[in-house]
């Protein structure tokens, strides 16, 4: 650590209104899930995902410095979240993916990030997060054997491939030498339009991408401006902004809310309804979340209250 950066013992602990902050974006991710159900509902999902990078980028690359890393890995990291992660999820959404079940299964991009960085970075995997893997994915087995036909095996194969592309887009954030996040989001949206565009014209044809850019209401346009701006960089510019003051420790456990906050707004607005497949299923991959975040502290406390030999 350089002398200039502040050790997390020094950064102040999350107050009420940092607390609120943090609630409000994990509020306004959770609910993106239901927001992208909707939008892809009467079009291309490929589309959909470019319209939401094409409002991230512009005009706020006009105002924003780009961010301070190779240009390989800002394309990479484009590709990587725009491309894999959010195509692919906007796919699997369109294809039947609930909004709930989908914003908890992206969250295994925790697993397959650890696994990663063990792989390329030579990271030890350590056994509480080898317990938590392993939840996680008999979670993913009981949900993909027990869910009933209201859940195809593609949707769940493109959401899990959507999370991958999402840990390798972690990786690529750890090989930038600590770049601004911010202006890395803002950047990268410049990336994933074109290539999506031109996907959504192949997959769904283009007589249904002009359609949609010509004929679509003011609804359609209100999500796309909630998911480009609300979302993407409203969203990452205040996470990004907590992070750097309270330090990742603190803030980055708070994202487990966002699967509850999706189910909840699934729930609400679509009835979603768990099975006992799905049911089960959902709360072992939870159960594997949580002991991933916090089995260190429970490991090490429980090192400590054992008496040496």
Do not use: C
């Not at 893997?133 to 027990?146: D, E, K, R, S, Y």
Request: charged residues 5%; glycine residues 12%; positive net charge.
């Amino acid at each position: 650590m350089s002398a200039s950066s502040p050790s997390p013992t020094s950064l102040p602990p999350l107050n009420a209104r940092a607390l609120l902050l943090a609630l409000l974006i994990t509020g306004i991710w959770g609910v993106n899930f239901v927001v992208i159900k909707w939008s892809v509902a009467d079009a291309p999902p490929l589309l959909v995902a470019a319209l939401r990078f094409a409002l991230a980028a512009l005009p706020a690359v006009l105002f924003v410095p780009r961010p301070q890393m190779p240009a390989r890995l800002l394309w990479g990291y484009g590709l990587a979240v725009g491309v894999v992660q959010f195509g692919l999820l906007y796919l699997a959404i369109g294809l039947g993916m609930s909004a709930g079940l989908g914003s908890l299964l992206m969250q295994m991009q925790a697993f397959f990030t650890a696994l990663l960085a063990a792989r390329f970075l030579g990271e030890r995997v350590q056994p509480w997060q080898v317990a938590g893997i392993t939840l996680a994915f008999a979670g993913m087995g009981v949900i993909g054997a027990l869910s009933g036909g209201d859940l195809t095996l593609l949707s769940l194969g493109l959401t899990l491939a959507a999370a991958l592309g999402w840990a390798v887009s972690n990786l690529i954030v750890r090989a930038s030498g600590g770049a601004n996040m911010f202006s890395l989001v803002v950047w990268s949206a410049l990336i994933p339009p074109i290539p999506l565009t031109i996907l959504a014209g192949l997959v769904d044809g283009w007589d249904a991408v002009t359609r949609t850019l010509t004929q679509s209401g003011a609804g359609f346009w209100a999500a796309v401006l909630f998911m480009g701006l609300g979302n993407t960089v409203l969203g990452f510019g205040v996470w990004a902004a907590l992070i750097q003051r309270h330090g990742a420790a603190r803030v980055a456990p708070l994202s487990l809310l966002v699967p509850v906050f999706g189910l909840i707004a699934s729930a609400l607005v679509y009835q979603e309804a768990f099975p006992p497949g799905k049911a089960i299923g959902a709360a072992l991959v939870f159960a594997g979340l949580i002991l991933h975040v916090f089995g260190g502290r429970w490991w090490h406390r429980a090192g400590q209250r054992t008496p040496a030999a």
